[in-house]
Structure formats: C-alpha cells, structure tokens
C-alpha cells in the first residue's frame, strides 16, 4: 500500500540535528560486532607487526638435509640416512632439537589409532575403520643411530610417539647451526589398509607396485616466535610445520624404475637412456603440449621386466619445507615446459596405464595451467619443476610434487565426475606449492590457512580453466547447507586443526567461501587481489600466522573487515536476513487538483460496497428522491470540486519553496522504507533487487556496516521514480543466506521440494555415458571388457 508521506521540508535541519542529540530508540540493540578486534588478536611486535607485515626482526631457522635413501621393491621397505644440518638464526639459545617421525601414526599404538573413536552396530563399520582396525603390520619408523656426524660420537635421543628430542653435545648459539645424522627404516604402509598421504599400491595383474613416498625421513620442527617448539603430535588430521631448507637426496630404487621427486634431477645422464634424454631436450622446447619422456608402450613393456641392479637418482631442492617421491617402473613419464615472465618450468606427470586415457590427455596441461594461474593471483612460481603423479594417494601436496588420484575405469572410459575430479584435485594440489608450501604457515594449527586459501585459488584456477567449473569449493550457495547445522554444534573456523569437526566446511569451503564474499561483495575484486597479493608476498619463504593474514588484507586494502574476521573466522552464526516489511510513501505536493481527485476516488471506492450495488435494484425511490423539501445545500455540494480559495492557498505554498525544494515536491517520487531483521545473527551488507511496474528492474547495495548501530533490525528508506512491484535481497545468492524464502517481498511461494519415486534397487555407481556410448558403438578390437582391477 501506497501511504502519504507529508514532508516538512524547512524542519529537516533541525530534525536531523534532535535526532542525533536524542537518546537510542526503544527498538535499539546495541552491539560489538563492528568493534576492534583488539586483544583477539595477538600484540604486535618486531617480529610481527600491527601491518600484518614480517617485522624487522622477523627470523626463522633454516634446516638443510643430505639424504640418502634406498627402497627394497621385494620387501616393500625403505631404508634412508639423513645428514641435518640446524642453523639457528632465533635470538635464543637451543639445547635440543625436536624431530618429527610421522610414520609412528601407523603404529597399532599410537595417540592416533587409540583415540580415533569408533563404533559398530547391525548396520555395519566403515570398511575403512575395519581395515584399519585389523592392521597387524609392523609400521612405523625404526631408528638405528642418531649420532654426531663428525666424531661418530651417537647422540642422546627420546621418542614420545611421533616426536624426537635430540640432545645436542652443546647448544646451538644464536646464528650457529649444528649437524647430526639419523639412520632409520621402516615397512612401506599399504596403502588399502593404512591410507594417509603415502603408502605403496600393488597391481596385482602385473605384479608391480607404485610407490608414493612422503613423511618419510625424521624432519625437524619449526621453532619459531609464535610457539617456540611445534612439536604437538602428529594424529592424522592437522598436518605438517615444516622449516625451509635446501635438500640433496639420493634415491636408490631397482634399475628399471621411473622416479619423481621434489627438486630437479642432477644425474639424468645417470640414470636416464639416449632415447629419454633426447625427448627430454625436445619437452624442454615445447610450450604447447606433454612430450612423453615414457610412452605407454615402453611401461607396459617394463612391467615384465626383472630389475638387473639398482640405480640412483639424484634429486637437488633448493629453499622447499619438505620433500616426497614417487617410483614405480610402470611409470608413463610426460613433460613440457612453462614460460613464466621469462623463467622456465618443467610441467611433468607420472602416471600407469591405468590412469590413461584421462591423464595423458590431462595431467600435464593442468599443472602447466595451475602453475600460470596461481603465478597471476600471488607471485610467479618459484621452482624450476613442478609434477603431478598418479599412484593410491588421492590427493596430498609436497614441494614441486602432488599425489593425485580419479582413476578412469578398467575400460578406460570415465565419469564425468571422475574428470572433474581429476582437473580439481591436481588444479588444487599443485597449487598448495604456494600454500602452505612457500607461504609456509603452520597446518598442524591452522588447517585453513593452507586449505582454506588454497581452495579459494583453485576456485579462480579451476573457473579459467572451463568458465562452467569450479562452484563447489567457494560458491556462497554451496556453503548453505552447511551454515543451516545447529551452530551450537559447530567449532569456528579458527580451530586448532585436530578439534575440526566439520573438517570439509571449517578446513576448506567455508574459510574459501569467505574470501569468495570478500573479493565479490564486500571489498570489490580490485581491493581484494591487490591485499590478497600482498599477502603472499609479505609471507613468501616465511611463517605467517592468522593475525598476519587477517591485518594484512586489512592494511593493504583500506578495508575494515574485523567484523568478518570476527564473524566468519572466530564464530558459527549464519547469515539469514529477512525482509519483513516494505511501506511506500509518496510525497504530498499539496496540489488540490490531485489531491482532491485522489480523495474523490478513494471515498467512492468505499461506498462501492456489495450492499449499495443491490440497493440500486431495492429501493426504487427514497424519501429524498420523493420529496423536494428534503433537498438542501448539501444534496449538490461537491466537497472534491477545487475552489478558488484552495488554488490560492496552493499558490502561496509553491511560492514559498526554493527551486531545489521546488523540484523534490515536482519529481513524482515514491518512497519505500525496508525492514529488514538479522535472524542469523552473522552482518553482511544488504543487497535489494528492484523490480518495477514496467518490467525493468535494478540493484542497490548497502555495506554490512548498515548495522553497526542496531545487529537485528534496521529500516532503511529508498527513493523510486519508478513504482516497485517486488523486491527480493540477495538477489544473486551472493552472502550465504540460509534461508530465502523470507527475501522477497511481497512474499513468494516457496517451490515445491520434488521428490522421486524409488524403485528398490541396488548402489548406483555415478553415471559413465561415456561407456553407454562406447557399447553402442561396433565393438573395437582392443577395446573391449577387460577385469577390473
Ligand atoms: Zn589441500
């Protein structure tokens, strides 16, 4: 309904100054959402300052690492030995040295195996916890010597599960370093039974394994400003704090295997043929499409083969936090090479048959993708190879290195889904080279600072790569379902990393649907990449933490987002505006000729009632109508005609206002004010969409700041020249409103929910229309059947 809005122009002044000097209105709930985040945060000081920046007395200890390593193909057993080399640059004195032996998370007694809590009922156990519950395997790292690399002098050591504690002969001084060396081994895990980020896979139909080796050596924690020692065990979900270093590892596996590792090959005339080399040259020069280095043919041919010695690979990794390796002799090997601003790099994939025909065509053009890509939004990338292998790991990230799984069908074909998959998860964990591999924060803490903004960079990558991809991981919709659970039962985003529930959401989606809300509502995609940019600059080769983060985006962008920080990051509450009511106002020109027409309209509107229209046939004469006595002024008074002494009055009203005010009275405006409620709790600003009379429609935007004074309910009022006919918030699904059905206005009918009618049936596999295709093709020779394996 249109309501008449009288307005007193000359008083606007002065209203507005009583309004300020007034006192808070009844409806008024104050609020700290939009406070500092003050001693939330931690206090800056010269290691870290209140710019989110390293400060000028930022350090961090480096480790360097000599290994050497040989896997046992018949046993499946690694055996390595390492050369540590500590450089001390804190302003403290170190007496010892925490080590990290993550395979002890194997072990049948480990913190992580008896904690895990589990259950079973009629329906069943996960396949997964029954597995993993009757492992019998002797895992874990066996250490054999922890000595003095000098004097041979063995070093006083101490396990607690998976940490080590190395007593030096003397401290480490400030801007010393120390050396000592480790021998160990351990029983490759098997991949089915113990998962994890590693392990080895066996082919049974060719009696060869692939191995994917990680976490596999004794490397030292981080010691640093924030937590001195990390050294908080290691029980499977929150990852790895890793220093930088530089890495010289000689891998020593059967003579027929294919290796990749992190870092770049230093003895390829070693161990590479005359044929391999020359194809290698050629990738070197390719910029378009993988050179295979191993065909399929020539690996199918290698599974038969038996290994007639050993052969060892040298690998060199300058300034990485880690490093991991793939053998295997059913290794396919393709490479092409990256321009970058003038720097080279080698994109390269090992993958079996049984990934083909998916990876071939794939694997290699995504790491090239992911590696320009991710170069654009942060910094170029910094390492002369980065690869991508295919072996039981579903998906996991090392320095130059990534696991990834989606494996085509025994058949070859494949899934949609399957291929998806495979363009996210390799987008995704090459990309972990930037995080937390080189802006290297502390997962065993915070999970999301790598997952979180990594999934966020592969939401961009993966949407260049094909426009219609890359929704799930930080489309505000997606997020919904999620932000619908009781918040009471969720832990906010900033949880340490093994109190996660909602690993998913709180690790990955929710922090990378955040920075999504940040780029493309609130802060604008000019300010936010130029914060975001700076962000990974500040903290390449570095230890941010998440204060740095959420100070920088602040500093570089000019944006105040503590309210975010606060909301997003530190809280559950969701986002659920509600638009409970639009009332429309139009201006009262005072002009008797409209007005009194309008009044003459709406008083014949009201005696148009049901009762009069029958009376019209009823009463065929009234008393009035009989008798003339009864007639007097008021029988022909027109109380809505315009006299001469309202046309005047109107004259003198006109007269009496300035052009300007003139103008607003003229423009034939209509006011709306809106009521809005904040039912989730969590601000966010308020997005109008405008539908008009004449089917146009537009979008108006207010900041979330719109409710600094009042968290629940605010009105605000918005002119028109256009008359509205409906208005709905968030229009686009842009904030991860959880319920939408209280954003229109007037209300809409909600949609039917459709449901199905199922017949009983068994598991559905996804859908392969590929393979549908296929059977309805005349067969091929060499196409067909085939077990799975
Ligand atoms: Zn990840």
Redesign the pocket.
Known sequence: MRKTLFLVLCLWQTTHYLQAQAPAPASYHANSRFEQMGTQLPTPNTYRTASGAPGKEYWQNRVDYDIKVEINDEKQHLMGSESVTYFNNSPDELRYVWMQLDQNVFTKNSIANLTRTSSVNERGMPMSSTMRSMIDKDYGHKITAVKDPKTGQPLRYTINETMMRIELVAPIKTGQSASFQIDWNYNITDFRFAQGRSGAEYFAKDNNFIYEIAQWFPRACVYDDVNGWQNKQFLGQGEFTLAFGNYKVAITVPNDHIVGASGELQNANQVLSTEQLKRMELARKTFDKPVLIVSQEEATKNEANKPTGKKTWIFKADNVRDFAFATSRKFIWDAMNVELNGKKIMAMSFYPKEANPLWGQYSTMLVAHTVKTYSKFTFDYPYPVAQSVHGPVGGM?YPMISFNGARPEADGTYSKGTKDFLIQVII??VG?NWFPMIVNSDERQWSWM??GL?SFMEYLSTKEWDRDMGGDVAEPQNIVEYMRTDPSKQVPIMSSSDNIMGFGPNAYTKPATGLNILRETIMGRELFDYAFKEYANRWKFKHPTPADFFRTMEDASGVDLDWFWKGWFYGTQPVDQDLTEVEWFALDTQNPEVNKAEAKKSAEAKRNTVARQRDKEYIKESVVDKNPDMKDFYNTYDPYQVTENDKKKYETYLASLTPDERKLVESGLNFYTIKLKNKGGLPMPVIIRMQYEDGTDSVVRFPAEIWRLNDQDISKVITSKKKVVQWTLDPYQEIADIDTENNSFPRQPAQPTRFQLFKSQGIQRAPNPMREAQQNQPPKTGQQGGAKN
């Open positions: 990230e995704h964990e972990h790598d997952e990594n």
